[in-house]
């Protein structure tokens, strides 16, 4: 008899993730208008009606027109708001309707089911990203000073949002919880960090506690990207955001790598 081929023998070991990562990615494609246009024009209303509101109000921030300093925030936040829904819906849903257990019976490893799950929120999350940024640039005018660090900066929003996702998904008991999260957490957060104005001018102590807030390091270091400013120095935002990011991700690898809450 001649032997099967290796390939009919053994799966490849790669064509788990690969599908996996294709399953997500078509996910948010498909309902395009939901999970992409959706948040584009919800930021680019932030921008016109704030920018127009309050533009003439407010000459400038740390020298750039208020229209402009409020743009990299605004991307941070619809950014971070994406990857954190696309992955605690996808997750949610994937153990309510149990088929979360075809999954992790496969022969994938944890780290490539937990990768194919970033992999479909950060793709959401950057999809935005970019089109927010190809659109504000003739708009506002907003530069990007310092493309490297905004790169960094971009990389590990996404990564700890979408690994944040993963954790309140596999806690979740009812789409309300994972929407709490979001709107009760999240997004005041957000907006407390300093999206609509710089924590320099709150004076103390308003100041010192904003500094206290995780999430004014991720639009602070977003910020310094596109604008070359920000509140604290670059270096400090960048550290305190990755270091959150790798606490997400060994939070969301250990659940897979355990299956915590996600195994019958």
């Not at 008899?1 to 996996?20: D, K």
């Amino acid at each position: 008899m001649t032997p099967l081929p290796p390939s009919e023998v053994e799966p490849h070991p790669w064509r788990g993730l690969a599908w996996l990562t294709r399953r997500e990615c078509h996910r948010v494609l498909k309902l395009w208008k939901q999970t992409i246009l959706a948040p584009v024009i919800a930021a680019l209303l932030f921008m016109v009606v704030f920018g127009l509101s309050l533009g003439n109000s407010i000459t400038e921030i740390n020298g750039f027109e208020y229209s402009v300093y409020i743009v990299p925030g605004l991307i941070a936040m619809a950014m971070a708001q994406a990857a954190y829904s696309n992955n605690s819906s996808t997750i949610f849903q994937a153990r309510n309707d149990r088929y979360l257990d075809d999954i992790l019976s496969a022969p994938m490893s944890a780290w490539q089911v937990h990768l194919g799950y970033l992999v479909g929120g950060a793709m959401r999350s950057l999809a935005i990203g970019g089109a927010l940024t190809a659109l504000a640039l003739p708009l506002t005018g907003v530069p990007i000073s310092h493309p490297v660090e905004l790169i960094v900066a971009v990389l590990l929003l996404t990564t700890a949002f979408c690994a944040l996702g993963v954790i309140v998904g596999v806690y979740a008991q009812s789409w309300d919880n994972q929407s709490f999260i979001n709107n009760i957490v999240i997004l005041p957060l957000i907006f407390l960090g300093g999206v609509f104005y710089s924590v320099s001018r709150l004076g103390s102590p308003w100041e010192q506690i904003s500094h206290f807030n995780p999430l004014f390091y991720v639009v602070d270091a977003v910020r310094f990207g596109f604008l070359g400013a920000s509140d604290v120095a670059p270096l400090v935002s960048l550290s305190v955001v990755g270091v959150i990011t790798l606490l997400l991700l060994a939070w969301s690898q250990y659940l897979f790598s355990t299956g915590h809450r996600l195994k019958p």
